[in-house]
């Protein structure tokens, strides 16, 4: 069973690391295209950033309970993933093929390929963050669909 850490060195750092971990996870994903990262690394560092939150405040913590909520996003990465194929299916051109990506108001090759890969990357960062969410809670006694009811 996971406890609330009871330090507040660890509480403190951890209210200020988890916000940065979050913003640079979001720095990663997004310019993921020009250097090492994308959505892989950037949903690992979302969950991670969300664990943390589980293991330092607990299990009946506001962070836990976002994270409960989040592991009910389950599939909505698959979902964006497979619309990004399906919109280059759709104008055309091969799945994934994102110069065939119909998006109205994008108008150039360049842009249509620029947010087919980020939003590929968001796709699987979502489905990265929720499973390793998913995994600890699989492996904690913390059930992630009881809803609190304060």
């Given at each position: 069973?996971?406890?609330?850490?009871?330090?507040?060195?660890?509480?403190?750092?951890?209210?200020?690391?988890?916000?940065?971990?979050?913003?640079?996870?979001?720095?990663?994903?997004?310019?993921?295209?020009?250097?090492?990262?994308?959505?892989?690394?950037?949903?690992?560092?979302?969950?991670?950033?969300?664990?943390?939150g589980?293991?330092?405040?607990?299990?009946?913590?506001?962070?836990?309970?976002?994270?409960?909520?989040?592991?009910?996003?389950?599939?909505i990465?698959?979902?964006?993933?497979?619309?990004?194929?399906?919109?280059?299916?759709?104008?055309?051109?091969?799945?994934?093929?994102?110069?065939?990506?119909?998006?109205?108001?994008?108008d150039?090759?360049?842009?249509?390929?620029?947010?087919?890969?980020?939003?590929?990357?968001?796709?699987?960062?979502?489905?990265?963050?929720?499973?390793?969410?998913?995994?600890?809670?699989?492996?904690?006694?913390?059930?992630?669909?009881?809803?609190?009811?304060?």
């Open positions: 069973m996971i406890h609330a850490h009871d330090s507040a060195i660890v509480r403190t750092m951890s209210r200020l690391l988890i916000p940065l971990i979050q913003l640079f996870a979001l720095y990663v994903l997004c310019f993921g295209q020009y250097g090492p990262g994308g959505g892989f690394v950037g949903g690992v560092m979302l969950g991670t950033s969300l664990i943390l589980i293991l330092v405040f607990g299990p009946e913590s506001p962070a836990c309970l976002v994270a409960k909520k989040v592991t009910h996003g389950d599939g990465g698959l979902i964006i993933f497979a619309g990004v194929g399906g919109l280059c299916l759709i104008g055309g051109g091969e799945f994934m093929n994102y110069s065939n990506l119909e998006i109205p108001w994008v150039t090759e360049s842009h249509r390929r620029y947010l087919g890969i980020l939003l590929t990357q968001i796709g699987v960062a979502v489905d990265i963050a929720v499973t390793a969410i998913s995994i600890v809670f699989s492996l904690s006694l913390i059930d992630a669909s009881e809803e609190s009811h304060d």
